[in-house]
């Protein structure tokens, strides 16, 4: 499961930052009654006591990574949001240890916010069925390596050695297991709860600029679409959906958009109905004079990536390219 | 749940770092056969799938963070082991907004290693009953009140102002809600693969000092008694437990020893219990020659410390106490 954390980036300039921050947005209390009391051990050779359940719950709640620059060249931070079955590590280093997005916007210039929406890795998870009322989906190496565009479900193997992947595969294949250590489980049912605490970060950060990947890049779209006079542009990366009304509720027109696609779309048919739904909502958006780009990888000559463009070998070109849009938007305010 | 992210700390000098990375160490691939696959919807608006839980599942891991410094002055890496029921947000950000012991430390010249451990925030958790056999334990703020030494259980209230705490009470009670905000669920019976996986992340890192809090302090000792000439110092706050052989197995001298404990302990038969049996390791460490050094808090003047004296208001006078003794063990390596 390790991925190489000696390896350096020593060529790379120093990140001096004002502040390393975290905090908690959204949530609220809920009280159990009526579960039974158990006995259980929980210090190394303690003794066993009483685990009463019942009382009070936070739940809904989200994690936020602050890391703020000493001086930053940028207006806005930019905002992270990560994808299902997963957490904020993503965007930290790459499965096979080079340097995620993370340390590529904060050497242009962003402030970062890194964040794990409700019930994914430090935001924590609340009981089921007491609170939550399903149960959780935890997600085998089988179906990523399908689902991830990594290669065909039949080219999953145990053994690493034996797994097929598409060719010229940009994922790195040979950290596929580093890449799942990284998962976590998810429920399908919390959308709601979810966008609730998107909002209420957003609503605590004022200006912003959101990167969204997979069911990020989905509630991204959403968001801005709830918030459009204060967030700057939203970069949904492979987005896994989008609102099913592309417009803010009192027409106000909306910022910039930028959809950033892979490759072997046209391999995988829950891809390629994922795609045709978000496509329709960009068109939907260039009809009443949103900017709404596509950057279709494979089209404009990046060949071979999967659903996971920050952790592809290409990474950095795949960022410098949301970079280059974003630079027309949000230009550093001095040289960096 | 908000603790107040935007407060700043401009008066404080930049952390400069070269690289800031996480990577994943420990675990295993466990196959799982014979469940039975589920119909579930993911997406916004998208169309229901079939889930299969069957395949291959990583269990095990543990999530490591290092900010690395551009100029160390230190030369061995801090690793802060948080405890029970937490993660390493736990050392980021107090709950009322002070920047924690990450920060501090960073300032003091250290390389930091912040982990989530096993079943714990980003490292992820399996399936129960398939791979964890037993559920998961949920703490209710109702608990974490008394055992977390805030104050009597009785003295909980949902309503906050209706909370008792102790008198003269050092822990931040206004932030409590946003305290518990980072809580997350953990297993009992969870020891040795956790025990596993710090193994691996000290054969990862090399030499280094070890501070670990409450359930993680017990897991710092246990950690230097099997790697006794690796270990430079270790710090254990309020620890939970400790190893019941103190020496390494073949008698290698340990490496000096911290123990920090807060206030109120006397009115606590858990803690008094707890503290009881690491006192005896402590004694057993000293009469074979090692440095085991006991910081009574109150004892030594300051009154009033929860279970948590890196979330307290004097927390970084707490901090100071701590690296003072480490200043003789670690030295800095130039004027930071």
Redesign the interface.
Known sequence: ??????????Q?A????????????????R??HGLPVEQ????????A?D????????CG?M??????Q?NPTRRVPLLLWHG?GM???NW??TPD?R?GW??FF?RAGFDVYVS?AVER??A????WPDIYTEP???R????GWDMFRVGPREGYA?SASERRAHAGQQFPVEAF??F??????RW?DH?AMTLAAYD?LLQ??GPCIVLGHS?GG??AL?AVRRRPRQVAAVIAVEP?????TPHSQDMTPLPPHLYVWGDHIAEHP?WQ??RA?VDAHAVALKAAGTRADVCDLPGEGLRGNSHFPMTDRNSDLVAARVLHWLDAIAPPTTQS
Request: glycine content about 10%; charged content about 15%; hydrophobic content about 35%.
């Open positions: 499961m390790n991925n190489h954390p000696g390896t350096t980036n020593a790379a120093p990140m001096c930052l004002r502040e390393i921050r975290s905090f908690f947005v959204g949530g609220a209390i009280s159990l259980r051990r929980f210090a190394q050779n303690g003794p006591r685990v009463d359940p019942n009382g009070d719950h936070v709640q994690y936020v990574q602050a890391y703020l000493a299902g957490t904020g590590a930290e280093t240890g340097p993370l340390s904060l794990d890795g430090r924590s998870w609340a009981r959780p989906l935890h085998s190496l089988n179906e145990s297991d580093s799942a250590a990284q998962w976590v489980p399908a959308e209420a605590q950060v069911q989905g509630f959403e896994s959906g989008a609102p099913q829950i109905r994922y739904n």
